[in-house]
């Protein structure tokens, strides 16, 4: 069973503009992380959020973490062509070393 | 710093044949997952390994899946026999014990069962 829902389940926008993608939970976790998957490819870790942050950056990304809600956000800003892939959320929960993904979001990015 | 590398990249079999897949995790990566996705899904755990030991291996179908990893380095999943519905591809992963980073995930093995 999938513990995460992402929301929206696709998404397309044009290149330059935002993408916000949110994920709700439905356990207490220890981290939340994000991933990308291209294509036919395997998946890409992007960023690692703790339980006791609410934000975090890393170039382009920004996610947010509101544990009261169990929800998280991604956030791209200026999105380019390349950025068109699956993104999951998923989380480690109390058992440390297992993640239980989320049903993803699929972006498209039109150039 | 090589990958986590999987083969076959592709498989196509008759419902009822056996199929393997193999993977080779990083080098010094001693937690190796194995991964299941169904089309337009995430990734669902079958087994998670920690070394040679299966540690979690609740969601995997016993009665026909099996899964080794004899000297706790690379691994191997087998289906046998195989049903329609296994069609998926199967992702391995693996990371550093103790580590509550990032996974580090093969391309996958695309399963088609006929």
């Known amino acids: 069973s999938q513990q995460g829902e992402e929301d929206p389940q696709a998404l397309s926008i044009q290149e330059g503009e935002n993408a916000t993608m949110n994920c709700s939970y439905k356990t207490s976790i220890n981290n939340l992380q994000w991933y990308r998957q291209n294509s036919g490819r395997g998946l890409v870790h992007l960023i690692l959020i703790r339980s006791n942050e609410r934000e975090k950056h890393s170039g382009r990304l920004r996610v947010t973490l509101d544990t009261s809600k169990k929800s998280s956000s991604l956030l791209i800003t200026a999105s380019r062509a390349a950025d068109t892939a699956s993104y999951f959320c998923a989380t480690d929960g109390n058992a440390g070393n297992m993640l239980t993904f989320g049903g993803g979001t699929r972006l498209m990015v039109k150039p | 710093e090589a990958g986590v590398v999987q083969s076959p990249r592709y498989k196509i079999i008759e419902k009822k044949q056996p199929v393997a897949f193999w993977c080779n995790p990083i080098?010094?990566?001693?937690?190796l997952y194995w991964y299941r996705q169904n089309l337009g899904q995430g990734p669902e755990l079958l087994i998670r390994?920690?070394?040679?030991?299966?540690?979690?291996d609740s969601q995997l179908p016993k009665d026909r899946f099996s899964a080794e990893r004899l000297k706790g380095v690379d691994s191997t999943l087998k289906i046998q026999p195989a049903e329609l519905g296994d069609s998926a591809v199967y992702l391995c992963?693996?990371?550093?014990?103790?580590?509550?980073?990032?996974?580090?995930f093969g391309p996958g093995t695309r399963l088609t069962v006929l």
């Open positions: 992963a693996s990371k550093v014990t103790q580590s509550y980073n990032e996974q580090f």
């Open positions: 080098s010094g990566h001693n937690t």
């Open positions: 390994y920690e070394n040679e030991e299966a540690v979690d």
